[in-house]
């Protein structure tokens, strides 16, 4: 499972994360931005994603309104 782990975080970095000036919307300054919609609307995205998630969830973990339940209904 790690190798998943790897692999989602890889995808996160090369997509979703830039190292920038970014205003919040609670005003407070940042500097990176992280949307992780670019990661998770790729196909292996969001099948890693739901994998990884599954795992947790047959471990016991509970998440609510998450949208990579997704990958995990397919």
């Given amino acids: 499972m790690s190798d998943d782990r ?3 975080l890889d995808l996160i970095v090369r997509h979703s994360f830039e190292r ?6 609670s005003g407070k ?6 949307d992780l919609r670019t990661t998770m ?3 292996r ?3 890693l ?3 990884l998630l599954f795992a947790r969830l047959e471990q016991g973990a509970v998440y609510t309104r998450d949208p990579a339940s ?4 397919r």
């Fill in 6 to 8: 790897s692999e989602l």
């Fill in 49 to 51: 994603a739901g994998k």
């Fill in 20 to 25: 920038r000036k970014v205003v919040l919307s």
């Fill in 45 to 47: 995205g969001i099948e």
């Fill in 29 to 34: 300054e940042s500097d990176f931005y992280l």
């Fill in 41 to 43: 609307m790729r196909p």
């Fill in 70 to 73: 997704f990958g995990v209904t």
